[in-house]
């Protein structure tokens, strides 16, 4: 089969399409021939060597979201069929003509979606969910999004607003600004780093979602009102950070720590029953709507990740296989 693969780390010029071994199907796995897959931080991490795939997972493939058609079912698997269309997860090498997926890593496809519209939102739309999740995001509560035009962003932006939420959104993109407020965005901040919490905001948001990390920390304890809750989704902006902890104290602030990848796979399955059960539903009905910013063929895998890592893009962007 056809992949997107590097023989060793670096800029995006390693990517190469080249021929591998097919994938081999367990008796709880789904073998699924790609009609597209997802780019993530993820993926330009892992290309330079700064990001390991899961042990059993090859290292030279990126990939962590897809979307296709089952090809063929494990002995042990009752719920899908071949010809099932399906969107998910994997732990990597998703960059591919052909995926096998453990059968509960997966969500049916809405019938209307383009394979490019499907990929987009196994990685960002999980992710965000379960974050909404874990902090309690409730109706009338305010929510501030770091990175508020990335893929995970615009996935949080679209679900906190279906619970209720009043959204704010930073960017150092005014332009992404202004999309994201022609979708709902309550208040949108243009910040230069470090972040700092300004009078509209500080001592008033219920949950904050960090897509960034680093310097835009304390500002997060700034931002928080009493009993507030700082999820830590993304590490773009570094890994360390100072942490007033009188503030964590005197506020009863709750920090939480949150990754997809490593997750065990029984954790996998049930975040993507949860939100099989409680997203796919609004995606059928056009409640929520994934943005997909631009498709790249599969061979201009080296122009998409240039694409991503110049910031370009607002909202997910695919690979897509030639039919």
């Known amino acids: 089969m056809r992949a997107v693969r590097f023989a060793e780390p670096g800029g995006p010029e390693v990517l190469r399409l080249d021929e591998v071994p097919a994938p081999v199907m367990g008796p709880e796995e789904l073998l699924v021939r790609v009609e597209a ?21 090859r290292p030279d493939i990126p990939g962590l979201e897809f979307a296709g058609r089952v090809e063929q079912v494990g002995a042990l698997v009752r719920d899908w ?11 990597g ?5 052909y995926v096998v997926v453990r059968f509960d890593h997966v969500m049916p496809v809405p ?5 490019a519209t499907a990929a987009g939102v ?13 902090t309690g995001l409730a109706r009338g509560e305010r929510v501030l999004i770091h990175a508020v035009g990335s893929s995970v ?25 202004e999309r994201a407020a022609a979708l709902g965005l309550e208040l949108a901040l243009h910040i230069a780093e470090p972040f700092r ?72 399955a049930a975040l993507v029953r949860s939100a ?3 997203v796919v539903p609004e995606f059928a009905r056009d409640a929520i709507v994934p943005v997909i910013d631009r498709a790249f063929p599969m061979a201009e895998a080296a122009d998409a990740h240039r694409y991503v890592e110049e910031n370009r893009n607002f909202g997910s962007v695919v690979l897509t296989w030639d039919g």
């Open 197 to 268: 919490a300004g009078p509209e905001i500080a001592g008033s948001v219920d949950v904050v979602c960090d897509l960034v990390g680093g310097s835009y920390f304390p500002g997060n304890l700034e931002a928080a009102a009493p009993r507030g809750r700082v999820i830590v989704i993304g590490l773009t902006g570094g890994r360390s950070a100072a942490i007033d902890l009188g503030a964590v104290l005197s506020k009863r602030l709750t920090i939480i720590g949150t990754a997809l990848r490593s997750r065990s796979d029984e954790e996998k």
């Open 93 to 97: 090498a998703a960059y591919a003509e």
């Open 153 to 177: 962003g615009l996935a949080l932006l679209a679900l906190a607003r279906a619970r209720g939420a009043t959204v704010v959104g930073t960017s150092r993109s005014r332009w992404k600004l």
């Open 81 to 91: 069929v071949p010809g099932d269309r399906v969107m998910g997860l994997v732990g």
């Open 37 to 57: 897959a997802g780019v993530n931080r993820a993926d330009l991490l892992q290309r330079l060597g700064r990001y390991p795939p899961p042990v059993g997972i």
């Open 276 to 278: 099989s059960e409680q």
């Open 122 to 134: 196994p990685e960002a739309f999980l992710t965000a969910h379960d974050a909404l999740e874990q």
């Open 111 to 115: 019938a209307p979606w383009s394979g």
